[in-house]
């Protein structure tokens, strides 16, 4: 085998063994979703909803605060009443449903930030798809521009040597800068790539990211979830339905409210008084004594204050929550069978992806390479141009391009079902 065989060699070699030498021992995609989970703004702003929904359901659990009312009146210089009262409110029936809907806000809340971190996570996964396919464009794009390279070496110098024609040597010239011209276009989309990863990340602007998986080892993982989980089973944990099936429980939870704040309610009432009276004149006690006339009231007032539900009784407020429950039961169906069809889609297109990546894994990309082992050959022996070894070798890094986009829609593919799946970790 000649020089320029071997030459020519290394770019199938190194497009074979590509994976594993790309391989750095840095990060994981499972890695930047859950550091995405952590330092992504909105989501920790989302979570603030959930305080702001546990503050509510410790004030539904206060019961009213009692009035205090005083007085004082002057009825002249030598009269004077005091009146201190107060009114209890018991709040006989609205606490109870106040709770409920307080506390069916919450699990919504919870349940619709959790949502979003199952979108978060999916968005980080598929951005890190789209980096991983970049980079290997740009791999593959690297190793085949230095075997080039080196090609182009020795067909100059074997024209200095006068075995092969000047236009050889030309024709691999060219190949080369189209090489490089391609490398520049991939290199921008692999920069592009990791700025958008970082910033969905939230990491910062000049934050190394380094990959340590590869498509062809993630595109053949089978996530815990799915081998466990039913489809029935994946649908019900999806956070998106649960928050679904909670917002029809908030919404029964507010029917009864309304129905709740249309009945009686008492309050309890107390008055205290203290009158006091006086007169200039005088008159006698019991023992013929003069003494001032006056003299000190104490009275004490006992009642309630019934509410009675004669002409509101909250309909318009409860007509209105029975229709938001109607809508919330509509919504839940609506998103049940989005979900269904989601699942279903995501699982056919899963099983085609891995059909086609084994298909490029087990004869297309070996037949490629077979195919320029025997261009190589014939050229060396002087039975075809190096313009046919070069349109072969072009053709087998398109076949390495299209198995990087097999893989590609093969990992997103996988991402989307775990989607579907309701997966966050």
Request: net charge negative; hydrophobic share 45%.
């Amino acid at each position: 085998m000649t020089r320029l065989t071997c030459v020519a060699m290394g770019v199938i070699a190194s497009a074979l063994v590509l994976a594993p030498c790309a391989a750095a021992q840095d990060t994981t995609i499972e890695q930047l979703v859950t550091t995405a989970l952590e330092r992504a703004p909105d989501i920790r702003a989302a979570r603030t909803a959930i305080a702001a929904a546990g503050g509510q359901l410790t004030q539904a659990g206060l019961k009213p605060n009692p009035v205090l009312t005083t007085s004082q009146k002057q009825i002249t210089d030598g009269q004077h009443e005091t009146m201190v009262g107060i009114e209890w409110p018991l709040d006989l029936f609205r606490r109870p449903s106040r709770v409920e809907t307080a506390r069916q806000e919450l699990e919504a809340t919870n349940l619709s930030v959790q949502d979003r971190e199952r979108m978060l996570a999916s968005a980080v996964r598929e951005q890190a798809g789209r980096l991983l396919a970049s980079r290997r464009n740009v791999e593959v794009m690297n190793e085949a521009l230095t075997a080039a390279g080196r090609m182009r070496e020795l067909l100059d110098q074997r024209v200095t040597e006068g075995e092969v024609p000047r236009l050889d040597a030309n024709i691999a010239a060219v190949e080369v800068g189209r090489m490089q011209a391609d490398l520049i276009l991939a290199g921008a989309d692999a920069d592009q790539a990791t700025i958008e990863l970082r910033a969905l990340v939230g990491l910062p602007p000049d934050a190394p990211l380094v990959m340590r998986d590869s498509l062809e080892s993630l595109v053949r993982v089978t996530s815990p979830a799915e081998a466990a989980q039913t489809p029935d089973a994946a649908l019900a944990a999806r956070a998106d339905i649960r928050e679904a099936t909670a917002r029809v429980a908030l919404a029964g939870a507010r029917v009864d409210e309304a129905r709740r704040e249309g009945r009686f309610d008492m309050t309890l009432a107390g008055t205290y008084g203290l009158s006091r009276f006086s007169f200039a004149q005088r008159g006698l006690d019991d023992s013929g004594r003069p003494v001032p006339i006056q003299g000190l009231f104490h009275s004490v007032t006992m009642g309630a204050v019934l509410t009675l539900p004669v002409r509101n009784k909250n309909q318009g407020a409860l007509a209105a929550a029975q229709a938001e429950r109607s809508g919330q039961e509509e919504l839940l169906a609506a998103r049940q069978l989005a979900a269904r069809a989601e699942l279903d889609a995501s699982m056919a297109q899963d099983r085609e992806a891995q059909r086609a990546v084994d298909l490029f894994a087990s004869s297309i990309r070996d037949q490629a390479r077979q195919n320029v082992d025997v261009l190589l050959e014939s050229y060396d022996l002087g039975r075809s141009s190096l313009s046919d070894v070069l349109a072969e070798q072009r053709r087998y890094l398109e076949v390495e391009a299209a198995y990087t986009t097999v893989l590609s829609h093969a990992y997103q593919a996988r991402v989307t079902l775990r989607r579907a799946r309701g997966e966050i970790r």
